[in-house]
């Protein structure tokens, strides 16, 4: 029986991590989608998803430490619980995220948040950090190590797209203050969100490979 | 000898982790001096700080397994050593932001990043992170649970200087885009840093009365 129940709460955690992270994707789709094409009825699904990555956040933490407590786990099996507790807490950032630039959105109703002008770049974001929580969500399912490796390192693209953001927030902007400030959270947002998903990939190369996947995000 | 070897490992860990909030206060000194005395010669001594804290959060995530996988602690030195990961991270995440800072007064040196305008509620805001990490280092070393609730509940001061802050960043705004943009990312690092510093305070608390306090953050 005991051998049952310690099964039972690793599969509840794993289980809770796969949700979380369909959430996360769930949201972060929802946020884009307000931001960008101005739809007010996607910021409540948005704030949804980040209240319940941030439930599921509490209940993997409470999980951790009874495993962590009666199970005393060694080798692979403590490895998934640190990775787990790490993990949930990227995902409950990336809810957050999402969350803030749902609220950046519905600051400026029914004015579009985003100049045209700053539009593809933030749209090319918004694809490129989506794409990264899809990923995330599809190396937590797979644990295929080459796939984590790959997640691990794969920031670069949202980094080049930041770059590009701020290089138009310079003298010649024509959109005012506000427009620049909101632009320039949204940028960091995304770029938060997506240094998040790697932090993912990377816990999830931990658990598969025990090798700690150096960087800071 | 196993339980020297055990109670030599928690003081370790302790003693980790107040070195880190000590070098946190330290980054954080030299990142608001940097930006508001724009002092170029703040900028290594931050960035040095930012690193140490990196070096000793991975040295704690590295002690944090090996006492959990040879030691197996349950009751409250398990929650000492889950505190003590969540509190790592965010204090290596607050040496991080105060580079951030660092990092914008340098990109406009010799031009001051901060207009006149915005220097009054940049200076508060960095006094009041400031005093937020001196106090988690305080609590973290005495374990007072009445200050560690106090510092759990006590970012209002933080939050209401943000909303000073961006309240300057509209149509009134004279002193164009880039330190529109500059002085914004900045009040959200201090934000963030607060937060953390907030964050250090529920685990303390956590710590030593077992409950988990509320927020997120």
């Avoid at 049952?4 to 809770?16: A, C, K, N």
């Avoid at 749209?123 to 995330?136: D, G, I, N, P």
């Avoid at 080049?160 to 947002?189: K, S």
Wanted: hydrophobic share 50%.
């Amino acid at each position: 029986v005991r051998r049952d129940v310690h099964l039972e709460r690793f599969d509840q955690l794993t289980g809770l991590l796969a949700r979380m992270s369909r959430t996360v994707v769930t949201g972060i789709r929802h946020a884009s989608t307000a931001l960008l094409e101005v739809a007010r009825d996607e910021v409540a699904p948005t704030m949804a998803a980040g209240n319940t990555v941030s439930a599921l956040h509490r209940e993997a933490d409470q999980l951790v430490s009874v495993l962590l407590a009666r199970q005393q786990p060694v080798a692979s099996d403590l490895r998934l619980v640190l990775a787990a507790m790490r993990m949930s807490g990227d995902m409950d950032r990336m809810g957050r995220l999402a969350e803030h630039i749902a609220e950046v959105s519905i600051a400026r109703y029914p004015r579009p948040a985003v100049p045209p002008e700053a539009h593809p770049i933030v749209r090319a974001m918004a694809e490129a950090a989506t794409t990264l929580a899809e990923k995330s969500s599809l190396v937590l399912a797979t644990r295929d190590p080459i796939s984590a490796m790959q997640l691990a390192l794969d920031d670069d693209v949202t980094d080049a797209l930041v770059r590009q953001l701020f290089a138009l927030l310079t003298a010649e902007w024509r959109h005012g203050t506000q427009a620049a400030v909101d632009v320039a959270m949204v940028g960091r947002y995304y770029e938060r969100f997506a240094d998040h998903a790697v932090g993912v990939g990377r816990q999830v190369a931990y658990l598969v490979t025990g090798n700690v996947v150096s960087g800071r995000i």
